[in-house]
């Protein structure tokens, strides 16, 4: 494989990458929240956090990122504010209301992940098993016990990865009716602890 680095954050050069990517893999998920796939594209490439990403980069390229909530925050910033400088207010009320559903927070003492996406031409390479080992050295240095994440019911191929990367089912939960709108029913909550 071709030199991978991983660190923390992105360019502004690269935010409409790094915003692909991650429309691209949760596209499914957040498109209900918009009107269109247009919309729902600027809003996420405009509301990335840098500070909130681990990015992983071949020759320069980026290859593939990973999101995760610190204080609070996560790698978009979908909040109320954020949503208000890209839509009306009625489409932010509208937004607020159907992502509020995926809602991810944080968990005591554990880094939680807010999404793993790796470019398409890249997977199978490797660059998905490197995130998950950044995001865990990552909670290491953060002082975390473990790192948390899930997983929908609709992909396998990322649940056999996060199992062979050391992350066990700690629990889970179901969309219930709501799965139709959101393209997945069930979820699970795996974990993965760091070494102290």
């Known amino acids: 494989m071709e030199k991978l680095q ?11 990458r790094v915003g692909l990517l991650y429309w691209e893999a949760f596209r499914d998920k957040l498109r209900p929240a918009f009107t269109d796939d247009e919309t729902g594209l600027r809003v996420v490439r405009s509301s990335m956090r840098a500070d909130r990403i681990l990015v992983a980069r071949i020759e320069g390229e980026v290859a593939g990122v990973c999101g995760f909530h610190e204080r609070g925050v996560g790698a978009v910033d979908l909040s109320w504010s954020s949503l208000r400088t890209h839509v009306s207010a009625w489409r932010a ?3 607020v209301v ?12 554990r880094l939680v992940l807010d999404g793993i996406c790796v470019d398409a031409t890249r997977r199978g390479a490797g660059i998905g098993s490197a995130l998950l080992d950044a995001a865990a050295d990552y909670a290491q240095e953060s002082g975390a016990t473990a790192v948390h994440l899930s997983v929908i019911d609709r992909n396998p191929r990322a649940a056999a990865l996060y199992r062979r990367r050391g992350f066990e089912p700690v629990g889970g939960g179901s969309l219930g009716i709501l ?3 959101y393209g997945f029913d069930r979820y699970i909550a795996m974990e993965r602890p760091v070494s102290r």
Do not use: H, W
């Open 6 to 16: 991983i660190s923390v954050g992105f360019t502004e050069q690269e935010r409409d």
């Open 93 to 95: 009320v509208r937004a």
């Open 98 to 109: 159907v992502l509020s559903i995926l809602e991810r927070s944080e968990k005591n003492g």
């Open 179 to 181: 799965g139709y709108l």
